[in-house]
Antibody, heavy 114, light 108 residues
Framework: QVQLQESGPGLVKPSETLSLTCTVS????????WNWIRQFPGKRLEWIGYVYYTGTTNYNPSLKSRLTISLDISRNQFSLKLRSVTAADTAVYYC????????WGQGTLVTVSS | EIVLRQSPATLSLSPGETATLSCRAS??????LAWYQQKPGQAPRLLIY???SRATGVPAKFSGRGSGTDFALIISSLEPEDSAVYYC??????????FGQGTKLEIK
């Protein structure tokens, strides 16, 4: 079955750019929406945005000015770039497939700290 | 933005009992609501979508009901492994999709 795996640095300095990649295995990126979701230390979940397999994106308005989500179909990957991060962006970042988030990757903790 | 409020915050029950978890939306989401289960150290797992449809592989002890603004997740014949945090999520009025704050279910 399809599996998702997040990868990227676990520590990012304030004001820099957080970059993560989600690799999709066991299935194709085509035909689906691909999401990024984060979970803060207090366990609150926040939807970040999605990229459709055509390249169309939709972002959480609260993050839109700092956010880019893109797709690499040839590598079966999609990526997240969040600019100008602060400590408030410290969270576990998950990737997940489609409108009803299923399945999810295992998540990766990103800490913003100098 | 639609706000989802879950209650109770924590629910403690005994094995064999039935749990009823509530999710209330600040405005109608029709049946565009899902439920997820998250165990410690794991990613959330989809249980219910479209308010009442079970996801693939989810046992029949999990059921969902509701429409509009009031929803419930019902878990019957509780077992210790059902201990988890349960979240509701709406995709009716977006962006953004939103989640409830979670209900922690303890089976003792």
């Amino acid at each position: 079955q399809v599996q998702l795996q997040e990868s990227g640095p676990g520590l990012v300095k304030p004001s820099e750019t957080l970059s993560l990649t989600c690799t999709v295995s066991g299935g194709s990126i085509s035909g689906y929406y691909w999401n990024w979701i984060r979970q803060f230390p207090g366990k609150r979940l926040e939807w970040i945005g999605y990229v459709y397999y055509t390249g169309t994106t939709n972002y959480n308005p609260s993050l839109k000015s700092r956010l880019t989500i893109s797709l690499d179909i040839s590598r079966n990957q999609f990526s997240l770039k969040l600019r100008s991060v602060t400590a408030a962006d410290t969270a576990v970042y998950y990737c997940a497939r489609d409108f009803w988030f299923d399945p999810w990757g295992q998540g990766t903790l990103v800490t913003v700290s100098s | 933005e639609i706000v989802l409020r879950q209650s109770p915050a924590t629910l403690s029950l005994s094995p064999g009992e039935t749990a009823t978890l509530s999710c209330r939306a600040s405005q109608s989401v029709s049946t565009d609501l899902a439920w997820y289960q998250q165990k410690p150290g794991q990613a959330p797992r989809l249980l219910i979508y479209d308010a009442s449809s079970r996801a693939t592989g989810v046992p029949a002890k999990f059921s969902g009901r509701g429409s509009g603004t009031d929803f419930a997740l019902i878990i019957s014949s509780l077992e210790p492994e059902d201990s988890a945090v349960y979240y509701c999520h709406q995709r009716s009025n977006w962006p953004p999709y939103t989640f409830g704050q979670g209900t922690k279910l303890e089976i003792k």
